[in-house]
């Protein structure tokens, strides 16, 4: 089946969320919901989340799923507002290995022994091959670390959301530095996105434009991946990684990277609040 997708993108983080809609039923899905956080203030909002939920009410559909590629590093997850907001049925779910993500920043953010390791923030921790539903539509799961080592594929239909895996063909691939990356690693989940079909309809992430490319641009598929990603194709899994070391070594840190890391691993929610009642964020030093 075709899943009907709508795109939602946030310019500010480079971000692109999905609702992603049974075509002979109300039940949808969200992937990477994007909650706006001001790094200056440390305010958020919710400007970005309330796009989507303001949709999905239009539509009068039925969210069964907030879905998460990945713990990502340079936005906020929005998932347990969006959970709220719509009447809290929809199950969140990222994937299993997110217990080795939080094993490594839980002491880089010295979480403290409240915070448990094991996943328990979500829903749902994917494996791959695992399979769920979206009303009639029928969904599996690539395990496809490298950039992290909880990035999922979510294959659904004739579509597929490879987070941080891919990015559009003239862009090239996601960086692999970060604490649990390796480009051998993408290399080979890239060759395992790759194996599917050539007519699937892969969905970015993040787009951050080509420098000879006007518009923003997150659908592509396979078969394009394959003939023209500047960073894959007519390369060696060596020459891959080579080059994807290369560039990653000139990388800054996201800019939300520190925020980012100490909510997503908690499944998009904040902190528990301090003696004093308010929540706050850490941040490291020379420990990134």
């Not at 394009?224 to 020459?239: L, M, P, W, Y």
Request: glycine residues 6%; negative net charge; contains cysteine.
């Amino acid at each position: 089946m075709e899943p009907h997708v709508t795109a939602f993108f946030d310019e500010t983080t480079n971000t692109i969320s999905y609702v992603v809609r049974d075509p002979s039923s109300r039940a949808c899905a969200v992937i990477d919901s994007v909650l706006d956080f001001d790094y200056a203030s440390g305010r958020t909002a919710t400007a970005s989340a309330d796009r989507i939920i303001a949709y999905i009410r239009a539509e009068a559909l039925d969210p069964v799923w907030l879905l998460e590629t990945h713990v990502h590093a340079d936005h906020l997850s929005a998932a347990p507002y969006i959970q709220r907001e719509l009447g809290g049925t929809a199950r969140i779910g990222i994937g299993a290995e997110i217990v080795t993500v939080q094993s490594i920043f839980g002491k880089v953010f010295n979480a403290g022994t409240e915070f448990q390791r094991d996943g328990s923030q979500f829903d749902r921790l994917f494996r791959e091959q695992d399979r769920f539903e979206i009303g009639a539509l029928s969904g599996s799961v690539l395990h496809t670390p490298g950039h992290t080592p909880a990035c999922l594929t979510y294959v659904i239909g004739d579509a597929a959301f490879v987070g941080d895996t891919l990015f559009m063909p003239d862009y090239g691939t996601a960086r692999c530095d970060f604490p649990g990356g390796s480009a051998a690693t993408l290399w080979d989940s890239i060759q395992k996105v790759l194996s599917l079909p050539d007519g699937t309809r892969l969905f970015m992430c993040h787009d951050y434009k080509a420098p000879d490319r006007d518009d923003y641009a997150w659908e592509t598929t396979v078969a394009e991946q394959k003939a023209t990603n500047v960073h894959i194709s007519g390369k060696t899994r060596e020459e891959f990684v080579a080059l994807r070391e290369a560039r990653d070594a000139t990388l800054a840190m996201p800019k939300l990277i520190i925020p980012s890391i100490q909510v997503n691993m908690r499944a998009g929610r904040m902190p528990p609040p301090e003696d004093d009642g308010d929540t706050y964020l850490k941040v490291p030093v020379n420990k990134l």
